[in-house]
């Protein structure tokens, strides 16, 4: 009787712990900021960049923007739903004086019902929140990249960028930073050498281009 009550008593925590899961996807990332910002408090009027893996990955960062405090609040694997699922975790404990997105290239391995305007309806979305509790915060938009292991997304991607790179444009303290055209060479092919052997994280020479394309829209 004892051994089935302690069966029963794992199968039900097995089922809140899934059920948790469900519901609330990257939440062990979102705790571990959680726990960072209670050991340091992080800075007032910071640049903060939120999105993917292309942020996470990029744990140097603020080597590449001396003159900048840059606060980084990317986790691999999320999407656009992800950003403003987490918003007050990831934005707004944070009174920025800049947000600079990269995030929609996971949303297109979402499957054949994700199209462009999904990507540009979600990012809307996120910008809409964002701008409905800092009026004046400027929001920068990178776009999406093109990845090796991607290629299949492109042309997607592409009227993605496009209509965000409009909508952005549009947009009072909001700009578009456009990376994906320094990512090719002369003739339109992916720069594979920029990127690490998954052909979809950038190694150092890739971050090196970024620094160079984004460092004139930082916000002093």
């Known amino acids: 009787m004892k051994f089935l009550s302690r069966r029963l008593l794992f199968l039900v925590l097995m089922v809140f712990y899934s059920a948790t899961a469900i519901s609330q996807p990257f939440i062990n990332e979102i705790k571990a900021f959680r726990r960072a910002d209670s050991i340091t ?6 640049i903060l ?38 918003a007050e975790d990831i934005i707004f404990k944070y009174n920025p004086k800049q947000i600079i997105i990269y995030c929609g290239e996971n949303d297109l391995t979402g499957g054949p019902s994700i199209t462009a305007d999904t990507v ?12 409905s509790r800092y009026k004046k915060v400027t929001i920068s938009y990178i776009s999406m990249k093109p990845s090796p292991s991607r290629e299949k ?7 993605a960028n496009r209509l965000i790179k409009t909508f952005m444009e549009q947009q009072k303290k909001s700009n578009y930073i456009d990376v994906y055209n320094s990512m090719l060479d002369d003739n339109g092919n992916i720069l594979t050498h920029i990127f690490l052997s998954d052909k979809l994280h950038m190694n150092a020479e890739g971050y090196k281009i970024w620094q160079g394309i984004i460092a004139p829209y930082l916000v002093n």
């Open 120 to 131: 540009f309806e979600r990012v809307k979305k996120l910008h809409q929140l964002i701008r």
């Open 49 to 86: 960049l939120i999105g993917s893996s292309s942020f996470t990955n990029w744990k140097n960062v603020a080597t590449y923007f001396p003159n900048h405090t840059i606060i980084n609040r990317g986790f691999g694997g999320s999407s656009l739903p992800h950003m403003t699922l987490y």
């Open 41 to 46: 408090a992080p800075a007032k009027d910071a």
């Open 153 to 159: 997304y492109l042309e997607t991607m592409q009227k």
